[in-house]
């Protein structure tokens, strides 16, 4: 299985509020920067992903946009939370599942003329296929299709790379955990889509 490579000639779509998006993107590289560079990660196989659903211009920029942002919501989240290094208990927990309804205050608060369908996109992107996820308990196609890729590649990268707890895992192992979510927290379909993205192959769609 080969790695994904990174999309050549990734940018931000233009803005109509440049400056209110370059000022959340300085904040959260200053909050935390371990943060800042997943969420650059997370946008690039966001938009493969995007690519490969065949999602239309207008949606594949909102959904960038919302990877680039979707743990802005962490700003606002105490340190003792946010780098904590173990297990969070439930007070904790709770504090850390607040941040999309936060994110996507803060991006709707850009003024942008996308900032409302953006901050769609960050609100739900840990709700589960099942029902179980969080802020709303959305289930299956209720999750809107970007919010869904989005709790996919946000995974993949949180377990593939170094957090405060642990090193990265393996692909493999990485790989092993998502397919035992399908049903659960990821879209079976979106799964299937994204294992032959890793593997270079053509749309299951």
């Not at 409302?116 to 996820?133: D, F, M, Y």
Request: charged content about 25%; glycine content about 8%; some cysteine.
């Amino acid at each position: 299985m080969q790695s994904i490579s990174t999309p050549v000639g990734l940018s931000l779509p233009p803005s109509d509020s440049s400056c209110a998006i370059d000022v959340l993107a300085a904040a959260l590289d200053q909050r935390d920067s371990y943060t800042d560079h997943h969420c650059d990660r997370v946008s690039q196989l966001a938009l493969a992903m995007g690519q490969r659903c065949d999602l239309d211009e207008s949606r594949l920029n909102h959904l960038v946009l919302a990877a680039r942002f979707h743990d802005v919501g962490k700003i606002g989240i105490r340190d003792d939370v946010l780098l904590h290094p173990g297990k969070l208990d439930d007070t904790k927990m709770a504090a850390m599942r607040s941040h999309p309804e936060r994110g996507a205050r803060l991006f709707a608060a850009t003024g942008r003329s996308d900032a409302l369908a953006v901050a769609k996109l960050i609100r739900h992107h840990h709700e589960a296929w099942n029902g179980s996820g969080y802020p709303h308990g959305l289930q299956g196609e209720e999750i809107p299709l970007e919010s869904r890729i989005l709790t996919l590649v946000d995974g993949y990268d949180a377990m593939t790379s170094q957090r405060p707890y642990r090193g990265p895992m393996s692909t493999q192992r990485s790989i092993e955990i998502l397919a035992s979510e399908c049903g659960k927290l990821i879209d079976p379909r979106l799964f299937g889509e994204f294992m032959g993205l890793l593997r270079g192959g053509s749309s299951a769609a």
